[in-house]
């Protein structure tokens, strides 16, 4: 197999594959669209074989008319051949039957040079008449040219008559003295002078096309491209004459063995023509193909000279293009012949002329985004314009606009633009860390009472800027692309920002004495600007998404989702610290539940106290979402501090621990329903009833009292039910040995992977392994 045929077959099997891609486009398709595409490449394939049996028929049928047809012509040139034997051998016949051949023949020569020598007198009488005539003629013609009053074709008929005669005149000095021939040359020196002037007219009138179809004279038009034919068929005469008489040469050089009467006929035939002096090719079409082109250029170049200078206003070139074109398809190109295809001439050189002006501004060294994304969306209007309005496709007009560099500058743009955001950002942040660590003054307060920075309106401002350039330029995937890089930014900025809050919760908790004051309302402000940035990305994602196609759309909002998620990861890291700065605080209350001074002493009052001061700013300065999730956080957080104390040393007492903890339970209770749901605050606190229900049971209904629970909460961890057992002061040891190895016995089937999907709160304990480990008690 050759290499060809190697390449034609994976050509075929690439378009199989992405055939059946398009027909098979999901599973299911196999077991519901298998036969009927099997079916239908089937039918397509008989009618295929059908049609190339049909065309291969027609093709044998052709191949025997044409072997035929070339015996039929083999025969005939035969025929012809033998004719012009018979031809031949009968003049040479006859000239043996004529006495004095030779003279007859020299006096017929005579006779025919007498007659074209009185008519060569006649002509050269009357040049200089026909001279004066036909200067006279172009001067009139440019005195009235605004007017039209001139017919090019009677103007080019006369002087081609002129330069006519001066080539046959010219023609005879080969055989003239050399006085006749210097005569001759000064006789037709104006000639020269008055080709060049009716030249120089004629790209004049060629040049003027434009006004001349403006002004509705297509006629001249006409006139002015006769001429120019007429002068390519005299270049193609001149090109034969030349070709026939290096044939000639070559065969008089090959042939020296011709008669004498081949010989006379050839002379006597150059007579009757007549000597010509040769004349010079003018190639008209090409120069008026080159002065259209800058024609051309020169009208594009002005207008964007004059009306269309820079990027800021590049956009008006595409109307102007739209226009010309669409003016010489209905006024200028009906004047040409078919054959010189104008119109796509014109397009070229239109296109050509486009290329050239943005190729100079794309070339500058200090482009900035906003000039790159005008200089992208002209490209793109441009092109649709051209297709829409008159129906060229992209893919015909070459070269294409900024060489195809549109994808690279269009990551030159986002590079300028990702770094102007990260220079910006950078300061943003520079400035806010500085205000978020001093904390000289209060935060501002917004009109709602929430604590704010109004950092988030800044930092949107210039991201919505670029934005706002990226749609206006019609770049969806740049659109895309900006977005995802700032996410990038974004990230940057959250862990900033959680690494400040780390660094600032860490000085508050360890050394307060040492930190400026106001952390938690800087905190609270850092928060509330996060929401305000997660509100600012979900309105570009919702009201620009819909304005992108469908394949750009979901890329689009996906990324602001993302987005969305790191300012809101921002935002429950601060309200983590919030929580964490509270129990800091709370940290020696909840240190000492169930040992003496717990039972002794009010301990809940100054935590709910502490609470309630704290919770009230929450109130009033955080946002509602945030102050939801915090209140959460609080209690679930006041809830578990029941369970860990468990894990110091402690002891539990037979209904005076329940008593508590009932107590402050209730007290507990009513306090959170104060700022929370009522179911949402009884769900959270059960794990505490769990508790006192552990420390109550009787011996005999531990057991089932733990697998009660369990069912609840499967991620409870045994150790802790052990430490609860292992505490409680009613408990004998070998009684609780034994309960303890019961329950142990029983949770051997709980694994971490089967309990990892049923995460509870118990699953949130410090001192306590999660997902219901079973390992042995610290005390047995």
Not at 138 to 166: I, M, P, S, V, W
Not at 183 to 189: A, R
Request: glycine share 4%; net charge negative; hydrophobic share 40%.
């Amino acid at each position: 197999m050759q290499l060809s045929d190697s390449v034609a077959d994976a050509a075929v099997k690439q378009y199989a594959i992405e055939r059946l891609s398009k027909l098979l486009r999901h599973p299911d398709d196999l077991v519901y669209k298998a036969d009927d595409v099997r079916r239908k490449l089937a039918q397509e394939k008989l009618l295929i074989d059908a049609q190339l049996s049909t065309d291969v028929r027609r093709q044998f049928d052709d191949v025997q008319e044409g072997i035929e047809l070339l015996y039929s012509t083999r025969g005939q040139i035969n025929r012809v051949k033998t004719d012009m034997q018979q031809v031949d051998r009968l003049c040479n016949q006859a000239q043996s039957y004529l006495t004095n051949f030779d003279r007859i023949q020299k006096i017929s020569i005579a006779n025919r040079n007498f007659v074209r020598a009185n008519e060569f007198y006649l002509q050269f009488s009357e040049f200089h008449e026909q001279y004066t005539l036909v200067r006279q003629m172009l001067a009139d013609a440019q005195t009235h040219f605004d007017h039209g009053d001139f017919n090019l074709l009677r103007l080019h008929y006369f002087l081609h008559k002129l330069e006519d005669f001066r080539s046959r005149a010219l023609g005879f000095t080969g055989v003239s003295d050399a006085d006749s021939a210097q005569t001759l040359q000064q006789m037709f020196g104006g000639l020269d002078a008055l080709v060049a002037e009716f030249e120089a007219f004629l790209w004049h009138v060629a040049s003027s096309i434009y006004d001349l179809a403006l002004r509705g004279r297509a006629n001249v038009v006409v006139q002015l491209l006769k001429v120019v034919e007429a002068e390519e068929a005299a270049d193609r005469a001149q090109e034969r004459e030349r070709e026939g008489a290096g044939l000639a040469r070559r065969q008089s050089a090959m042939s020296s063995t011709s008669s004498a009467a081949s010989a006379s006929a050839a002379a006597a035939a150059a007579l009757a023509r007549g000597p010509r002096k040769e004349r010079q090719v003018k190639h008209y079409r090409q120069k008026l193909l080159d002065l259209i082109q800058s024609m051309v250029t020169r009208r594009v170049d002005d207008f964007i000279a004059n009306e269309a200078a820079g990027l800021d206003a590049i956009t008006e070139v595409t109307g102007f293009v739209v226009d010309e074109l669409t003016f010489v398809a209905e006024a200028v190109a009906p004047a040409f012949p078919p054959s010189y295809f104008i119109f796509d001439v014109f397009v070229d050189e239109y296109h050509r002329a486009v290329v050239k002006n943005a190729d100079a501004l794309s070339s500058a060294d200090d482009l900035e985004g906003g000039a790159i994304l005008a200089l992208l969306r002209w490209v793109r209007e441009y092109y649709s314009a051209m297709r829409k309005e008159l129906s060229i496709p992209r893919d015909r007009l070459r070269p294409p606009l900024l060489d195809g560099r549109e994808d690279q500058l269009a990551q030159e743009y986002l590079d300028i633009a990702v770094r102007k955001i990260r220079e910006w950002v950078a300061n943003l942040m520079r400035t806010e860390t500085a205000s978020f660590v001093a904390r000289q003054d209060a935060p501002t307060m917004a009109e709602d009472g929430l604590y704010v920075t109004n950092a988030s309106v800044f930092l949107f401002e210039i991201v919505n800027q670029n934005i706002d350039v990226v749609i206006e330029a019609q770049r969806a995937k740049l659109l895309c692309d900006l977005v995802a890089e700032c996410n990038k930014v974004f990230q940057d900025l959250a862990k900033q920002w959680r690494d400040l809050l780390d660094a600032e919760k860490a000085k508050q908790i360890d050394t307060p004495d040492t930190v400026a004051e106001g952390l938690v309302d800087y905190t609270m402000s850092l928060a509330n600007e996060q929401i305000r940035s997660v509100v600012q990305a979900e309105t570009i994602r919702d009201e620009t998404g819909d304005r992108l196609s469908r394949s750009h759309q979901e890329r689009f909002k996906a990324e602001l989702s993302q987005t969305m998620d790191i300012f809101m990861n921002v935002a429950e890291a601060a309200t983590q610290t919030l929580a964490d700065i509270v129990f800091s605080d709370l940290r020696p209350i909840t240190s000492a539940l169930y040992t003496v001074d717990w039972y002794q002493d009010d301990l809940l009052q100054p935590v709910i106290e502490t609470l309630m001061d704290y919770c009230q700013d929450f109130h009033d300065h955080l946002d509602k979402y945030l102050y939801k999730r915090l209140m959460q956080d609080l209690l679930s957080r006041f809830a578990l501090s029941y369970i860990d104390a468990v894990a110091a040393k402690v002891r539990f007492h037979k209904g005076q621990t329940s008593e508590k903890l009932n107590l402050e339970l209730h007290r507990a209770t009513k306090f959170f329903k104060q700022h929370m749901d009522a179911g949402a605050v009884g769900e959270t606190l059960n794990v505490v009833r769990i508790l006192i229900s552990l420390i109550d049971s009787t011996p005999t209904m531990i057991f089932l009292e733990f697998f009660s629970v369990k069912k609840q909460y499967p991620d409870l961890p045994l150790q802790l039910v052990e430490d609860i057992l292992t505490k409680r002061d009613d408990l004998e040891k070998q009684q609780l040995k034994s309960i303890l190895e019961s329950l142990r016995q029983k949770s051997k089937g709980d694994t971490g992977s089967s309990l990892a999907k049923q995460r509870t709160l118990f699953s949130k304990l410090k001192n306590y392994p999660p997902l219901g480990s079973t390992t042995p008690g610290r005390f047995f």
